[in-house]
């Protein structure tokens, strides 16, 4: 099952990349004190459901495709003190040279761009406008990773252009999500679905055409 050829789109195009739980939490996937907010604990949730051999396809596709990257502080924080130091390493280096947005208003502009280089930082108070100025400029995509409460931000304010979702087969009872509570509706399209060998689907949705 394939959606429209992405290159169709007219300007940038944000993609919301994500581990989530079967009841939707985002939080902590990949480590125990990733992130504790609200006394969350069960941090590494989804490391025993990684199928190398079927995720990591579609996690590589989504960097191929990827021409910038979008995160929150705390996000950007974490791989800003991990990827400058793995140069030599494909990944690491295309992670490196992209452009990288990080919305925040507790950094500093020079911070940004010091600690990690091409780190362009998106302050004040509306992201979300600064994001939609982003997205009209010609080019490809833009990855959200992590980021629980700029994905949020983003799906509230219908910036997201695709979802690509590691659906995990567990509970957790409760933790950040990036699925909106105000009650508007919000219709996806259903563009591809594919099931690892631990159970987990791994779901590609854009908004549905009105």
């Known amino acids: ?10 300007g940038m195009r944000i993609i919301v990349s994500d581990f989530i739980s079967l009841d939707g939490v985002v939080q ?8 504790t907010d609200g006394g969350f604990q069960n941090g590494g949730w989804s490391m025993p459901f990684f199928d190398e051999a079927a995720m ?7 960097m191929d495709r990827t021409e910038a990257l979008l995160f929150g502080r705390r996000t950007w924080e974490v791989m800003a003190s991990a990827w400058p130091d793995r140069a030599g ?21 020079d911070e940004a761009s010091s600690r990690w280089n091409n780190t362009t930082l998106i302050g004040g108070d509306d992201p979300a406008g600064a994001i939609r100025r982003i997205k009209d400029r010609d080019g490809g995509d833009v990855q959200v990773m992590g980021s629980a409460s700029l994905a949020l931000h983003l799906v509230e ?6 979802y690509r979702l590691m659906l995990e087969p ?13 009650g508007k509706a919000r219709p996806l399209e259903l563009l591809s679905v594919e099931q690892a060998s631990t159970g987990v689907l791994i ?6 055409a009105a």
């Open 1 to 10: 099952m394939s959606g429209a050829d992405p290159a169709s789109h007219r």
């Open 28 to 35: 902590a996937p990949g480590g125990k004190e990733e992130d």
């Open 56 to 62: 990591g396809p579609v996690l590589d596709d989504v």
């Open 89 to 109: 390493d494909p990944f690491a280096d295309k992670m490196n040279a992209l452009p990288k947005y990080v919305v925040s208003r507790s950094l500093t502009a």
């Open 157 to 162: 304010n219908d910036l997201v252009d695709e």
């Open 170 to 182: 567990i509970l957790l009872g409760g933790g950040k999500t990036i699925f909106p509570t105000d």
């Open 203 to 208: 779901c590609a949705y854009r908004p549905a």
